[in-house]
């Protein structure tokens, strides 16, 4: 596996788009930037600039503490699933680290206990992290301006974007409001080994995220079994599969050479 090529929110958007063209935008030369322009910019939604390679990116202006930070806005989706790969190769790092010191019990220390918290902690928010992806990824498809119906029996519900996204489950909208929104589009039509690669991800996270308690921590043990012998790097695949299946070349290797 490698790192991701990292984008920018609205990022294709705005290749296509000039802001010097767009009456809605006031067109600032850098040099003339006062302390009172940023402050006024700042209270608006979002402000385009251009970088030293002529990139239009859609950015915010932000006051810490008395400095005005231009920041341009990642791509979330992307963030997510970039750093779901920095926990998993940490993951890979620390559980050669626990085979060594754990595989004979007479070597057990307790000085082990940070081996064991750095593993269920790099472990388990890889998986949120990889799940979160694909909820960002799918709220992101949504269409402005077009509803979503779901027909009963008895009655017939119209749901607008923002509805969906807050009343819809993942299930639902992956399988129905998608195919129905995108003309039919459905990577859920048939079952595959990425389409249950995915079902397990979801599965595997909503434990981890409502853990349970019992009398004797089994329910505890089996999530960390689970994250043990969990199939991290065909999951990362499948979520790649899934993304770039919506929006072609969406996700692609970072063209250097580097793991990070």
Known sequence: MKHIHKKFLFEDKWKQESPFENREFELIDINKFSTKTLQKASK?????????????LYAFLHNHHGKMLTIPMPDLTLVYYDFAYKLNMTRKEVIKEMTDK??????????????LYNFYGHSSSCIINLFTTIESFVNSLLPVNKEYRRV??????????????????????????LPQLLEN?????????STQLITNLKELRDTIVHTKSDDLGKSQVEIFKKLLSYRYDETFEAVRIFLNFYKEGYIVDCPCEKQF
Do not use: G
């Not at 939604?45 to 239009?56: A, G, K, L, P, R």
């Not at 754990?102 to 081996?115: G, H, M, Q, T, V």
């Not at 029996?153 to 129905?176: A, C, D």
């Open 44 to 56: 608006d939604s979002f402000v385009v600039i251009q970088t030293t390679e002529f990139d239009n």
């Open 102 to 115: 754990l595989s004979c019990p007479e070597r057990f220390s307790e000085a082990n206990s940070d081996l």
């Open 152 to 177: 009963s029996n008895n009655k017939t519900e119209l749901f607008n974007r923002e509805q969906i996204q807050k009343n819809i489950s993942f299930t639902e909208k992956v399988t129905k409001v």
């Open 185 to 193: 589009k459905n990577f859920f039509k048939n079952t595959t080994p």
